[in-house]
């Protein structure tokens, strides 16, 4: 398993790198198959001048993503944290893909998910993003939304090969958007 430990607005000292080193590769205790890790540390300044660490991993699992994201006054009991809300998203992938089980998982993302482009720009369009898509059903698009914890999710939809949005409502339900060219 390929490790990153990445910082932003703080400088990452040895101890702190082995530390999350060392809670990260304690995850392929669960599972075996993760061919990579990113952590991203950063720090938030408030009006009170404490500081706030926000730890940020993501998972790759033959190319399938978990996202796990948590905050503390301090960065030991951060990682411990996000290190916590990872197990328990491995634990809910196994359930779901019965995982270790002589069934393969098959990806639903290209190998290219680690190789994705982030360009920071200026002006309205503050991040611009590029990754390989590969098609799947909404269900599928679904779930890897939620394993990633975001509101919304870009894929190509296998049954029409049409780029769809898949959303969560505020009500809790989800949403599809099937562009149509006019």
Do not use: C, W
């Amino acid at each position: 398993m390929e490790i990153k430990i990445s910082a932003k607005n703080l400088t990452i000292d040895d101890d702190i790198r082995g530390y999350a080193d060392k809670k990260m590769t304690k995850l392929t205790r669960y599972l075996s198959n993760i061919t990579m890790t990113h952590m991203e540390l950063s720090e938030e300044k408030s009006k009170s001048r404490l500081s706030t660490y926000v730890v940020q991993v993501t998972l790759n699992i033959n190319g399938f993503l978990l996202r796990g994201v948590q905050k503390d006054d301090n960065l030991k009991s951060a990682i411990d944290a996000v290190t916590d809300v990872m197990e328990r998203l491995i634990e809910k992938y196994k359930k779901r893909y019965a995982v270790n089980k002589s069934k393969v998982h098959e990806s639903i993302r290209t190998t290219k998910e680690a190789g994705d482009i982030v360009d920071e720009v200026s002006g309205p369009v503050i991040r611009r993003k590029k990754f390989a898509l590969k098609p799947m059903s909404a269900e599928q698009a679904i779930e890897q939304m939620d394993f990633l914890s975001h509101d919304f999710f870009l894929f190509i939809n296998d049954e029409d090969d049409a780029v769809n949005v898949v959303y969560r409502r505020k009500d809790g339900n989800y949403g599809l958007i099937q562009p149509e060219i006019g």
